[in-house]
Every structure is written in C-alpha cells, then in structure tokens.
C-alpha cells in the first residue's frame, strides 16, 4: 500500500498580538499574505508556536508588565525562529536583545530627517523625504530610537544618528525566511 502524497503545507499565521483597546478584526488583511489570527495580549503566552506562527505582530498599547511575565516564552519562540515585531517604545526588557527606548536630542525641524544607510528591500521604492514629514509635520517616522544591538545591520537613521535598525538572530533559518527579528526605530 502506497501512501497519499501530502500536499502543500498549510500556510503559517501572523499572530497579531493586540492591546483590546481598538477593533482587532484582521487589520492585516490584504497587507501581508497569509492568515492573520488575533490574539489578546494575556493569551500570547499560551498561544505563541514557532511552527504555527511565521511572525508576531505586537501593537504598542500593550501592557508590558505582563509581557515581561512572557519573556521566557517570547524568548524561546525567537530560538525557534520566529520573528518578532513590537511597534512601540521598549518600557521593560521583555523582548531579548532590545534595549529601552532613547528619546533623540530635537534642536530644530531637521533633526527629524530620515536618512537610509544600508540598502534593504524594505524601503525599495521609498523616498527618505516621505518618511521623514507629512503634510509638513515631522517626526512621524520616528522621535528617537533603541540602541542596536551587537550584530545588528542599521538600516536608516534620523540626522542626529538615531538608528532604525535590522537584527539578525542566530536563530536556525525556516522556510528560506530571511532575517529573524526586526526592531523598528520607535514611531507615534
């Protein structure tokens, strides 16, 4: 007897992992491909698998005491190689290697200007100008930054040298993913 052949692997999830202050429903869709699942932040530690979730997306109004009591656990997903995305500024060190978050020096308007330093796929088609004002008010891309850690490739920075920054951890490669964990210079 001759086994069916498998088919394609189900496609991994990107868990979004959310403060419940705001309507949760899928705001990934059409952004990202795949499925997106919802989780409520007290049940990221019991939800939280490498092998189920190809990235976890953490909104910044979380309550980061709590996430610090899932630091183990955050910790071990990344050494599975999982990728972990946190659009906040760092209060507790929950999230391993990142250090807090380090409000830039702001003399004038132009100490808001984005500048890329390393080429990366993830700004093809970006214009630092755009990313540095809207409408004329500057700051948006960011207003400060967390130090980068050894072994991280600095990506672009504000003019004052505040990094937005790609680290690659030595976590174990999956799928043909590319780098392993982003940390994104803080944005309001």
Avoid: K, N
């Amino acid at each position: 007897m001759v086994a069916p052949p498998l088919g394609p692997a189900a496609p991994m999830e990107i868990l979004l992992v959310g403060d419940g202050t705001a309507t949760m429903s899928d705001p990934l869709a059409g952004v990202v491909p795949g499925p997106v699942a919802v989780v409520d932040m007290y049940d990221v530690a019991a939800t939280l698998d490498a092998d189920r979730h190809a990235a976890i997306v953490i909104t910044g109004g979380v309550d980061q005491e709590h996430l610090w009591t899932a630091r183990a656990t955050i910790e071990r997903y990344l050494g599975d190689g999982g990728v972990v995305m946190f659009c906040g500024h760092l209060l507790r060190p929950w999230l391993p290697g990142c250090s807090p978050f380090e409000p830039a020096p702001i003399r004038s308007m132009h100490d808001y200007d984005v500048r890329f330093v390393t080429p990366h796929p993830i700004y093809d088609g970006i214009e630092p100008a755009h990313l540095t004002s809207s409408r004329g008010v500057a700051g948006f891309f960011a207003r400060g930054s967390h130090a980068p850690p050894p072994g991280a490739a600095v990506l672009a920075e504000l003019a004052g040298g505040q990094a937005d920054h790609l680290r690659r951890s030595p976590a174990r490669r999956r799928h043909g993913a590319g780098p392993r964990r982003l940390q994104p210079a803080a944005r309001r």
